[in-house]
T-cell receptor, first 113, second 114 residues
Framework: KNQVEQSPQSLIILEGKNCTLQ??????????LRWYKQDTGRGPVSLTI?????NTKSNGRYTATLDADTKQSSLHITASQLSDSASYIC????????????FGAGTRLFVKA | DAGVTQSPTHLIKTRGQQVTLRCSPK?????VSWYQQALGQGPQFIFQ???????QRGNFPDRFSGHQFPNYSSELNVNALLLGDSALYLC?????????????FGPGTRLTVT
């Protein structure tokens, strides 16, 4: 069964600290993996997108890694800011003849001053 | 360059009623996908439209139907509303239905069923 699991479910950190969010998936055949940031009540905004051959991709203070062998991805946030408070959603797409997209439940990040 | 727009922003309906949500894709995009997001959950794929036809569908009942117009805009219709249909409904647009192409999400429509 195609699944995307994220951990932790929620996280509280102090402003300026770093954090790492995890994503494990069982989706196959793998096409690509994306990380989205979603502010409360808003639509998700793309942070990174990675294909099978990519191990790391950065977008400012956000760095995503992908290990296609272990089917794991992480999103590292450096020097967190209050505006980083949001849900971070891992999304994996499979090429099953038609493309199938599976969303994780997200990690809720709270950054405190 | 307008991004993805959705209307209305908020909507309150009663059980058993019908609702229509609307989405205009980002300029240059021709594919629209609809998602349902319950509070505290990730989005669940409802269906995708390309070339005015439903191309893929998630595990949603026939009460959920849609349409895509020649200008690529789309509607999501939900009949016989249930309390469990209360959610944020997200529309995402992309180019030619290939997920490697970036999907841009709209702000969503918050539907409350009472």
């Amino acid at each position: 069964k195609n699944q995307v699991e994220q951990s932790p479910q929620s996280l509280i950190i102090l402003e300026g600290k770093n954090c790492t969010l995890q994503c494990n998936y069982t989706v196959s055949p793998f096409s690509n993996l994306r990380w989205y940031k979603q502010d409360t009540g808003r639509g998700p905004v793309s942070l990174t997108i990675m294909t099978f051959s990519e191990n790391t991709k950065s977008n400012g203070r956000y760095t995503a890694t992908l290990d296609a062998d272990t089917k794991q991805s992480s999103l590292h946030i450096t020097a967190s800011q209050l505006s980083d408070s949001a849900s971070y959603i891992c999304v994996v797409s499979a090429n099953t003849g038609g493309f199938k997209t599976i969303f994780g439940a997200g990690t809720r990040l709270f950054v405190k001053a | 360059d307008a991004g993805v727009t959705q209307s209305p922003t908020h909507l309150i309906k009663t059980r058993g009623q019908q609702v229509t949500l609307r989405c205009s894709p980002k300029s240059g995009h021709d594919t629209v996908s609809w998602y349902q997001q319950a509070l505290g959950q990730g989005p669940q794929f409802i269906f995708q439209y390309y070339e005015e036809e439903e191309r893929q569908r998630g595990n949603f009942p026939d009460r959920f139907s849609g349409h895509q117009f020649p200008n690529y805009s789309s509607e999501l219709n939900v009949n016989a509303l249930l309390l469990g249909d209360s959610a944020l409904y997200l529309c995402a647009s992309s180019f030619r239905g290939i997920p490697l192409y970036e999907q841009y999400f709209g702000p969503g429509t918050r539907l409350t069923v009472t």
